[in-house]
């Protein structure tokens, strides 16, 4: 691929002052429901981007970035004229997208010709003038403005007018150029790595390993591919041999020890890498002694951080946590825009499986193999490795509520008794200590003892090897049962949104509700009902059909009517909106047996109300 960076060869322009622009443009609109696909492969880039600085004034290093300003540009949800703008500064770029021949924008019409929209990210993500990245940064335009065609104005977020939807069929569709020549910018920048510093590669390893298996499984297949990451792999691991300091007091079997499970924790990730490419090819290749030291200060603190955000970003069930990252330091580095980012990239999975059909084990090929090697461990360092994950995602302990440190991190309480299970409100504290279904009251001294045990510090891979063996197998148990109850509970959702679902669907028909009702489907259209002052949801024609509908034998509407009105005051008062923040909140504070009690209660409603009032010839049904 000739690299063609643009009018006489320079790189293209960036637009000036990104952090001001992002201020002055961006608006917080978290309720579009694809925006999240389209900013998780923008932060790849953002995070890609640190690892190599610009030289140019300004240029964001890993010193010098401001994650809210990169991520509020990224999510932004701009008016016409705000966008209109965006794409006036991003198409001056110049790309080599068609494999070797200047990509010349004039005014967005080349761009709206190839791709379907002028929106191009090159300003926001290309943060490198270096020639060798090039190819890199254009994999990631295509991914991105793929994205867009099919995710912005031009595809299905603002359809009018009844147009369908225009869903790719398959992966490989979301890249507008092509996968061949997506393929082969990959592979370029691939040869032109001939620094052999471990640091970017291994992280820059897993982002390559994210597009792969999340967007174009094709590049698996590529032999190229494989042999030139194993390739930058080896030459980093060679390097590293050849820079070996021996641990201190080698002779010391404790100290050895310490040395030996810190390095394997922070080497799993790129060997889960590798095995999807070769699982042989680095067989015996690396040992404790041999990649001790394998980071430098900086660059070790810099790569544990980086590495810890990728995992919320591919989603946190998937991954053990970053022992050794302390979670304190880790909030304090990046915690606000990780918050942020979270919230809005939450349903970036479901929408790949809802419309690829594919689930999270196809996109993830190495989390089985992940989980069975942590199988093969000792049970206490399994159960030590799920607590840390426990309290570095700061779920609140409550059953069934989905706040976290992450979502309010100002009023969040732990437990003084064993320090790993937290509560959003003194009132969750008080109905977690013994409920029915996952009381803390009965695993708070199992985990306060697990946690002396250990020397008061789980990521201490060293430490809680040694004190393991000093661990009753009967507390290990119970732990590893409460962690399992505890990830159920906190991840049974369908109850719950299917609930809000009803009451948004039962809440704009105009009909009377009362399944006894011979008049129940049968109405003039200006029709005016009474709605029950109680929840506002049920309407009926009359006060002797709402004196029925409160006793039905069936549905009795007073079984479920304070359960509704429950959720509608968490909800603000509004259940419409299924986007809206506070019908989030809402559907977080909703306890599983309110939302178990009302989905019994509408299937029976239904199917009385379908049963007892057929529609006569001519009767219409307004929704």
Same mark, same amino acid.
């Not at 290309?126 to 104005?153: A, E, Q, W």
């Given at each position: 691929?000739?690299?063609?960076?643009?009018?006489?060869?320079?790189?293209?322009?960036?637009?000036?002052?990104?952090?001001?622009?992002?201020?002055?443009?961006?608006?917080?609109?978290?309720?579009?429901?694809?925006?999240?696909?389209?900013?998780?492969?923008?932060?790849?880039?953002?995070?890609?981007?640190?690892?190599?600085?610009?030289?140019?004034?300004?240029?964001?290093?890993?010193?010098?970035?401001?994650?809210?300003?990169?991520?509020?540009?990224?999510?932004?949800?701009?008016?016409?004229?705000?966008?209109?703008?965006?794409?006036?500064?991003?198409?001056?770029?110049?790309?080599?997208?068609?494999?070797?021949?200047?990509?010349?924008?004039?005014?967005?019409?080349?761009?709206?010709?190839?791709?379907?929209?002028?929106?191009?990210?090159?300003?926001?993500?290309?943060?490198?003038?270096?020639?060798?990245?090039?190819?890199?940064?254009?994999?990631?335009?295509?991914?991105?403005?793929?994205?867009?065609?099919?995710?912005?104005?031009?595809?299905?977020?603002?359809?009018?007018?009844?147009?369908?939807?225009?869903?790719?069929?398959?992966?490989?569709?979301?890249?507008?150029?092509?996968?061949?020549?997506?393929?082969?910018?990959?592979?370029?920048?691939?040869?032109?790595?001939?620094?052999?510093?471990?640091?970017?590669?291994?992280?820059?390893?897993?982002?390559?390993?994210?597009?792969?298996?999340?967007?174009?499984?094709?590049?698996?297949?590529?032999?190229?591919?494989?042999?030139?990451?194993?390739?930058?792999?080896?030459?980093?691991?060679?390097?590293?041999?050849?820079?070996?300091?021996?641990?201190?007091?080698?002779?010391?079997?404790?100290?050895?020890?310490?040395?030996?499970?810190?390095?394997?924790?922070?080497?799993?990730?790129?060997?889960?890498?590798?095995?999807?490419?070769?699982?042989?090819?680095?067989?015996?290749?690396?040992?404790?002694?041999?990649?001790?030291?394998?980071?430098?200060?900086?660059?070790?603190?810099?790569?544990?951080?980086?590495?810890?955000?990728?995992?919320?970003?591919?989603?946190?069930?998937?991954?053990?946590?970053?022992?050794?990252?302390?979670?304190?330091?880790?909030?304090?580095?990046?915690?606000?825009?990780?918050?942020?980012?979270?919230?809005?990239?939450?349903?970036?999975?479901?929408?790949?499986?809802?419309?690829?059909?594919?689930?999270?084990?196809?996109?993830?090929?190495?989390?089985?193999?992940?989980?069975?090697?942590?199988?093969?461990?000792?049970?206490?360092?399994?159960?030590?490795?799920?607590?840390?994950?426990?309290?570095?995602?700061?779920?609140?302990?409550?059953?069934?509520?989905?706040?976290?440190?992450?979502?309010?991190?100002?009023? #969040?309480?732990? $437990?003084?008794? &064993? !320090? *790993?299970?937290?509560? =959003?409100?003194? +009132?969750? %504290?008080?109905?977690? @200590? /013994?409920?029915?279904?996952?009381?803390?009251?009965?695993?708070?001294?199992?985990?306060?003892?697990?946690?002396?045990?250990?020397?008061?510090?789980?990521?201490?891979?060293?430490?809680?090897?040694?004190?393991?063996?000093?661990?009753?197998?009967?507390?290990?148990?119970?732990?590893?049962?409460?962690?399992?109850?505890?990830?159920?509970?906190?991840?049974?959702?369908?109850?719950?949104?299917?609930?809000?679902?009803?009451?948004?669907?039962?809440?704009?028909?105009?009909?009377?509700?009362?399944?006894?009702?011979?008049?129940?489907?049968?109405?003039?259209?200006?029709?005016? #009902?009474?709605? $029950?002052?109680? &929840? !506002? *949801?049920?309407?009926? =024609?009359?006060? +002797?059909? %709402?004196?029925?509908? @409160? /006793?039905?034998?069936?549905?009795?509407?007073?079984?479920?009517?304070?359960?509704?009105?429950?959720?509608?005051?968490?909800?603000?008062?509004?259940?419409?909106?299924?986007?809206?923040?506070?019908?989030?909140?809402?559907?977080?504070?909703?306890?599983?047996?309110?939302?178990?009690?009302?989905?019994?209660?509408?299937?029976?409603?239904?199917?009385?109300?379908?049963?007892?009032?057929?529609?006569?010839?001519?009767?219409?049904?307004?929704?």
């Amino acid at each position: 691929m000739e690299l063609v960076h643009g009018p006489n060869g320079r790189p293209p322009p960036q637009p000036a002052s990104a952090q001001n622009k992002a201020i002055e443009w961006c608006k917080y609109g978290l309720s579009d429901p694809h925006w999240p696909v389209i900013c998780a492969m923008g932060f790849l880039s953002a995070v890609e981007a640190v690892c190599e600085p610009s030289e140019g004034k300004g240029g964001i290093t890993a010193t010098n970035i401001v994650w809210p300003a990169v991520l509020s540009f990224l999510m932004a949800k701009r008016t016409p004229e705000q966008r209109k703008k965006l794409q006036s500064d991003m198409n001056t770029c110049s790309c080599p997208i068609n494999a070797g021949s200047a990509f010349v924008h004039k005014d967005g019409a080349d761009a709206l010709a190839r791709t379907g929209t002028t929106f191009f990210a090159h300003g926001i993500i290309r943060v490198n003038t270096n020639d060798n990245m090039t190819p890199y940064h254009c994999l990631i335009i295509h991914l991105f403005t793929g994205l867009s065609k099919y995710l912005t104005s031009l595809g299905v977020t603002r359809l009018a007018k009844g147009r369908t939807s225009e869903w790719p069929t398959v992966p490989s569709e979301l890249l507008p150029h092509g996968v061949a020549v997506t393929i082969e910018s990959l592979e370029a920048w691939l040869e032109s790595l001939h620094d052999p510093a471990p640091f970017p590669l291994l992280l820059l390893t897993q982002l390559v390993r994210l597009c792969c298996t999340l967007i174009i499984p094709d590049m698996v297949a590529s032999p190229k591919i494989s042999r030139l990451v194993v390739s930058a792999l080896c030459k980093a691991y060679e390097e590293a041999k050849s820079t070996v300091i021996p641990p201190p007091n080698p002779w010391f079997p404790e100290a050895k020890l310490s040395v030996t499970e810190t390095l394997k924790l922070r080497i799993s990730p790129v060997e889960m890498f590798l095995s999807n490419f070769s699982p042989t090819t680095m067989k015996n290749a690396l040992t404790a002694q041999e990649v001790y030291q394998f980071w430098g200060a900086h660059d070790r603190s810099f790569f544990d951080w980086a590495t810890a955000v990728l995992r919320l970003f591919t989603a946190s069930s998937l991954f053990p946590p970053q022992v050794g990252v302390d979670p304190k330091q880790f909030w304090a580095q990046g915690g606000s825009t990780i918050m942020v980012f979270r919230s809005v990239t939450s349903s970036m999975f479901s929408h790949l499986s809802n419309k690829y059909g594919i689930t999270r084990d196809a996109l993830e090929p190495g989390v089985h193999t992940m989980w069975e090697s942590m199988e093969k461990e000792a049970p206490w360092e399994n159960v030590c490795r799920r607590l840390l994950w426990v309290k570095f995602e700061g779920r609140c302990g409550k059953a069934g509520c989905t706040e976290s440190l992450q979502t309010i991190s100002t009023h #969040f309480q732990r $437990c003084t008794g &064993c !320090g *790993i299970v937290g509560w =959003c409100s003194k +009132e969750h %504290q008080r109905l977690s @200590w /013994k409920d029915t279904c996952h009381a803390h009251w009965d695993v708070c001294k199992a985990l306060a003892h697990f946690v002396l045990t250990a020397g008061g510090d789980l990521s201490d891979g060293g430490k809680v090897a040694r004190a393991g063996p000093r661990i009753p197998l009967t507390e290990v148990q119970l732990i590893s049962d409460w962690i399992n109850t505890f990830n159920s509970l906190q991840n049974n959702t369908k109850d719950r949104k299917d609930m809000f679902e009803m009451l948004r669907t039962h809440s704009n028909r105009n009909m009377c509700f009362s399944a006894g009702c011979t008049r129940a489907k049968i109405y003039p259209a200006s029709k005016k #009902f009474d709605t $029950c002052k109680a &929840c !506002g *949801i049920f309407r009926y =024609c009359n006060a +002797e059909c %709402q004196k029925r509908g @409160w /006793k039905d034998p069936a549905a009795p509407h007073k079984e479920v009517c304070p359960v509704i009105k429950r959720v509608i005051a968490n909800g603000g008062g509004d259940v419409n909106d299924e986007h809206t923040t506070s019908c989030r909140t809402a559907e977080g504070h909703v306890s599983i047996d309110d939302a178990a009690l009302a989905n019994d209660w509408f299937t029976r409603f239904n199917r009385e109300h379908s049963e007892r009032s057929p529609l006569g010839p001519g009767d219409k049904i307004e929704l």
